[in-house]
């Protein structure tokens, strides 16, 4: 069958769910297409999805009202087509099938079940495979669910389809960054993840973090050098580092064959001696770390992490002593949080040292515990269709009051800001009590954009080490902000 990848066109090429599962298809013969594009009007005028079996989307929480539009649009075009829908938001929320005339919406990954839903749909859909809900009819039928799927083994999938975005559009091929996967799944139970529901959706069906063969991922890295070009590896896991045995495995292999300085995330507390020597002589040079919040309260009581404050100041300490540059990662508008709360994310991000503090604003997506415990105690109505496409928008959650909603606002249109200057954060409280401003979420965009093209995907050496880390300097960022 041709399958054609329908997408809202982007900046970079990210979609590793994406090319992994044409990947898979193609190595079970069919035809697939990656067509971009600002709506469907564009899309109907394309060769490629004129002449396609079946329409593919992929959405998250948010911008799953555009994909939604888009298959009631294109129903209508082409009703002899197939028409499916994929990726985070369907796999938590099924139900997006009951909102369009799609034929189907894929439930996790996809890479075994969406070659078994392309034979059922050339032999009628008589069922519905494992990791599917469908609809017959062309989306107008009876509601069937398959049942729960086990996620695959990644030693079965074919390598994924890089072309798809490299050698389609020419910006994405010039960037000096290229993206990888290394390992999928994680450990923890984090309230606000997908992982943790993912966990209790397999129990019974594996190792909760499943693993990349060292050789061949590093055979993926060296085809996509010697086709594209690349200067920097940058990996997407969630968590780099969460098996230690592996990580050493790959840091060998990678240092041996492919020695490109690279990227990864971590939670700070796995920042161990062993661990960041290990990433340093394989030529790590950045990493993203999750701070998620300076109040202990908060983390313990609403994000389920109990991680101590000095744990944080600890792992970011030995990155910092080993040169390596940090992105933190950091939420606000986390249920019950107060502000003195939020502003002291500002003072523990400081102490941390971080290179480039990115805050978001808390979204509650559906099914995770988060979502349900806000929804349960009043913070969030459950509307998941009023959720945007971004977490740095305004809070879907209740506030006490319409300021305290603009003080988180511009908070986080203001904290890398608040981080790096003392000057902006002795100013802080008075900055964020001004009502939110074009101007603020222009100073935003400048500096996040800035610091993730130049400080961090144009990363090639490590800076040179730096002693943070202190209770001191907690202390003193938080006299900055005036916390006791």
């Not at 969630?238 to 939670?267: H, I, Q």
């Not at 606002?409 to 890398?416: A, D, E, P, Y």
């Not at 954060?425 to 401003?437: A, C, H, Y």
Request: aromatic letters at 10%.
């Amino acid at each position: 069958m041709r399958v054609a990848f329908l997408s809202l066109e982007a900046r970079e090429a990210l979609a590793f769910g994406l090319i992994s599962l044409a990947g898979s298809l193609r190595h079970h013969g069919h035809e697939v297409a990656l067509v971009q594009a600002a709506g469907v009007e564009a899309l109907a005028r394309d060769g490629r999805v004129r002449s396609a079996d079946v329409l593919a989307l992929s959405a998250t929480t948010g911008l799953h009202r555009v994909y939604l539009a888009w298959a009631r649009e294109l129903r209508a075009r082409f009703p002899e087509k197939a028409l499916v829908m994929g990726g985070p938001h369907p796999t938590f929320f099924p139900e997006a099938i009951l909102q369009a005339p799609l034929d189907g919406v894929c439930l996790g990954e996809g890479e075994e079940s969406f070659p078994e839903l392309l034979a059922e749909l050339g032999s009628g859909l008589r069922r519905a495979p494992d990791g599917w809900w469908i609809r017959r009819d062309r989306g107008r039928g009876e509601l069937v669910r398959g049942a729960p799927r086990p996620p695959p083994a990644l030693e079965r999938l074919p390598p994924p389809a890089y072309d798809l975005f490299y050698a389609a559009r020419p910006e994405y091929r010039r960037t000096p960054q290229k993206a990888f996967l290394a390992t999928r799944g994680c450990p923890y139970r984090c309230s606000y993840c997908f992982n943790r529901t993912l966990n209790e959706r397999h129990r019974g069906f594996g190792r909760r973090v499943r693993v990349s063969d060292p050789e061949r991922l590093v055979d993926e890295i060296l085809a996509v050098r010697a086709r594209w070009g690349l200067r920097l590896v940058w990996f997407l896991d969630a968590n780099f580092v969460s098996d230690r045995r592996w990580l050493e495995s790959f840091a060998a292999t990678y240092r041996r064959r492919v020695g490109l300085p690279f990227m990864c995330k971590l939670r700070p507390e796995r920042a161990t001696e062993r661990t960041v020597r290990t990433l340093v002589e394989a030529n790590c040079v950045a990493v993203g770390v999750g701070i998620e919040s300076g109040s202990e309260r908060l983390r313990r009581e609403w994000l389920a992490r109990p991680i101590s404050d000095q744990a944080i100041l600890e792992g970011c300490r030995r990155l910092k002593a080993a040169g390596l540059r940090v992105l933190s990662f950091t939420m606000l508008g986390i249920p019950s949080e107060s502000f003195d709360e939020a502003l002291r994310s500002v003072a523990l991000n400081v102490a941390c040292g971080v290179d480039f503090a990115a805050a978001t604003i808390l979204q509650p997506y559906p099914g995770t515990e988060l979502a349900r415990r806000a929804q349960a105690e009043g913070y969030f109505d459950g509307d998941f269709d009023a959720l945007d496409a971004s977490y740095f928008c305004p809070s879907p959650l209740r506030f006490a009051s319409a300021r305290a909603r603009d003080r988180i606002t511009n908070l986080q249109r203001l904290f890398s800001y608040a981080v790096e200057f003392p000057e902006v954060r002795r100013r802080l409280r008075w900055l964020v009590d001004r009502p939110p401003s074009a101007l603020y979420r222009a100073l935003f965009e400048v500096r996040h954009a800035f610091a993730i093209r130049h400080t961090f995907y144009g990363a090639t050496r490590r800076f040179p080490p730096r002693a943070v880390g202190t209770e001191a300097q907690l202390a003193a960022a938080c006299a900055d902000l005036a916390l006791v």
